[in-house]
């Protein structure tokens, strides 16, 4: 039986708002029976919370040894110890705070730069490029139907054949050939 968030929470020494908002991101996780295992949401933590952020410490003043020392053992650096050296690496098998903010970010980035692109006008909507190509294909389709009785009669004229078989021949034609010409289907991704 693992703690409430309130309890987790003093564990912790911070507000029940942080642990709340620690699951709701995907930092700690809960028990199935919505209660929080001290140790391991402990590892969770340290793990996917970022350190804060703090200011630059100045340097401080070396010891009146050092100073003795000379100029040689004040320039060799103190040796330091790594933060959070028992924590294991940030990869687990789940995605960690780091992973999920750099996704977040790159995802940002892409929105910015299309609703940049959609400023410029330089998207264009599918929807309306759809209708506006079916429009002038239509427009097409008309034309071509309408070809064979405006030219018809001129061309038997000139032939000297009969107007009216001329425009039953022709007709057929045009019909056949859109009908090619519907069977191609464009690709619009």
Do not use: C
């Not at 004040?74 to 996704?103: F, K, M, N, Y």
């Not at 039953?168 to 464009?186: K, N, Q, S, T």
């Amino acid at each position: 039986m693992g703690l409430s968030i309130r309890a987790y929470a003093r564990h912790r020494g911070v507000s029940h708002v942080a642990v709340k908002k620690a699951i709701d991101t995907g930092r700690i996780t809960q028990q199935a029976d919505g209660t929080i295992d001290p140790g391991s949401a402990d590892v969770q933590w340290a793990q996917n919370t970022l350190p804060p952020r703090k200011a630059a410490a100045p340097e401080p003043a070396p010891s009146p040894k050092a100073r003795a020392a000379g100029p040689v053992a004040a320039t060799q650096p103190a040796p330091r110890e790594t933060p959070h050296a028992d924590v294991p690496p940030l990869s687990t098998g789940s995605t960690s705070l780091l992973q999920a903010r750099t996704v977040n970010e790159v995802l940002k980035a892409k929105l910015k730069q299309m609703e940049l692109a959609e400023k410029k006008e330089e998207l264009v909507d599918r929807a309306k490029a759809v209708a506006h190509v079916f429009h002038l294909a239509r427009i097409e389709r008309d034309a071509w139907l309408n070809w064979p009785a405006r030219i018809s009669g001129q061309m038997a004229a000139k032939l000297g054949v009969d107007p009216h078989t001329l425009h039953i021949a022709l007709e057929a034609a045009v019909r056949e050939h859109l009908i090619e010409l519907g069977e191609l289907r464009p690709r619009v991704d």
